[in-house]
């Protein structure tokens, strides 16, 4: 059954911003050839009407002091999104600051059937460790394996694991979850030790590999749905094979 409501949620951890960083740009035109039709022209006011950003690119080819200012579509019934942010190094893998860039769009079947396209083109463009894409009502179970209780550790549901907080992982490689589009760059399915070709023959039947040697992962034909056992299973079957996600090994 193709989802209709709620939003998919995108989001991919790459090195920190440097000088002359070309890759905000990169990263909006990445997105725009992945999804027909969307031009992410506009941004949003604090009183949530639409400006136009009639010298878009010329603006996010300059410096971005760190991060990506909001864009969107401008299409309030069909709302498309894309912003990032620079997160520091005290609260990230390793010490060390990344570029964060989040993503939304509808799940109608276009943006169900663009989402391996969306999330490859926006992780190979921010030169990404990892990333995922996940529908919001599977991703607001997946935060809570991170979330702390008024008790000490997390306490997540479904049986899904407890995962370290990024700032408490090794090392950037390091996926901090899974979602149901999964993006491991090279180094990452290093890191986890994907692929392996006598465990992974499910995941690889719905997997493809990129330009650079990195891989998407789908974990699910339809989009996560964690009342599905099927679906469930399945989240559950990939915490098993990869122990390194969150920092558990």
């Known amino acids: ?7 998919l949620l995108l989001i991919v951890y790459g090195p920190a911003f440097l000088d002359d960083d070309k ?32 010298r878009r690119d010329a603006g996010l080819a300059r410096n971005m002091d760190g991060g990506l200012p909001l864009l969107c579509n401008g299409d309030e019934s069909h709302l498309v999104t894309l912003t990032g942010w620079e997160s520091p190094a005290g609260l990230s893998p ?9 993503a939304k769009w509808l799940p109608d079947a276009a943006g169900i059937a663009a989402g391996m396209d969306v999330l490859e083109g926006v ?25 702390p209780t008024l008790d000490g550790p997390p306490c997540p549901p479904r049986g899904l ?24 760059s090279a180094a990452a399915a290093r890191a986890i030790g994907f692929p392996d070709p006598t465990r992974d023959a499910e ?4 997997s493809r590999r990129t330009a650079t040697g990195g891989w998407v992962v789908r974990l699910t034909d339809a989009p996560l749905d964690l009342d599905n056992p099927a679906h469930l299973d399945a989240l559950l079957r990939a915490y098993e094979r990869f122990p390194e996600i969150g920092g558990r090994r």
């Open 23 to 54: 890759r905000p740009l990169a990263v909006a035109h990445a997105m725009e050839r992945a999804l027909p039709g969307l031009r992410l022209g506009w941004t949003i006011s604090d009183e949530g009407g639409f400006i136009p950003l009639p």
């Open 94 to 102: 390793g010490g060390r600051a990344q570029l964060e860039i989040h």
């Open 123 to 147: 992780a190979e463009g921010v030169r990404a460790f990892w990333g995922h894409v996940t529908p919001d009502g599977a991703a607001l179970d997946i935060a809570l394996q991170t979330s």
């Open 1 to 7: 059954m193709v989802a209709t409501e709620g939003s």
């Open 203 to 206: 995941l690889l039947s719905r």
């Open 161 to 184: 694991p407890s995962l370290k907080l990024p700032e408490d992982i090794r090392s950037p490689e390091i996926p901090h979850r899974l979602g149901w589009l999964n993006y491991w």
